[in-house]
Each structure stands twice: as structure tokens, then as C-alpha cells.
């Protein structure tokens, strides 16, 4: 029932990480961000547009790692 930031990531990757969900009807993917910062956002479907407006405005989410997935606090 949230919204999920993936660390910025490659055109490739963003749309192959696109196209694995392009068949969930209960999840939206959308790419915000421009340049090296460009990012991925998974959110429920038909979120409302002020929360995802809020999740694209913040950064990405503490204690995730380089591919997005849970950091264990080693770099």
C-alpha cells in the first residue's frame, strides 16, 4: 500500500525493470528525475496524484542499495 524509490538506473535496465511489471494491473511504474538522477517509482495502482506527486519530489529511500534492494549497511 506504498509507494517503493529504485536508486537511479540505466534507459536498459529502467525499461526492462518497466516491462516486468507492464502486465500487473495493481502497480504503476513511472521513471521521474532527469539525467544520472533518473529514477524508478513502484506504486499501487491508482494511487492518488498528490501522493505520488510527494513520492517523486522526495529522494531516494534511506537504507536501500545501489540496485534498490535493502542495504546492510556496508559499502
Do not use: H, N
Amino acid at each position: 500500500g506504498r509507494s517503493v524509490q529504485v536508486s537511479p538506473m540505466s534507459p536498459r535496465d529502467r525499461k526492462f525493470f518497466s516491462q516486468a511489471f507492464e502486465g500487473d494491473a495493481a502497480v504503476e511504474v513511472r521513471a521521474v528525475g532527469t539525467g544520472f538522477y533518473r529514477r524508478v517509482i513502484v506504486a499501487p495502482a491508482g494511487m492518488g496524484a498528490e501522493a505520488l506527486a510527494a513520492a517523486e519530489a522526495a529522494g531516494p529511500e534511506e537504507g536501500m542499495d545501489a540496485a534498490g534492494g535493502p542495504g546492510d549497511g556496508a559499502a
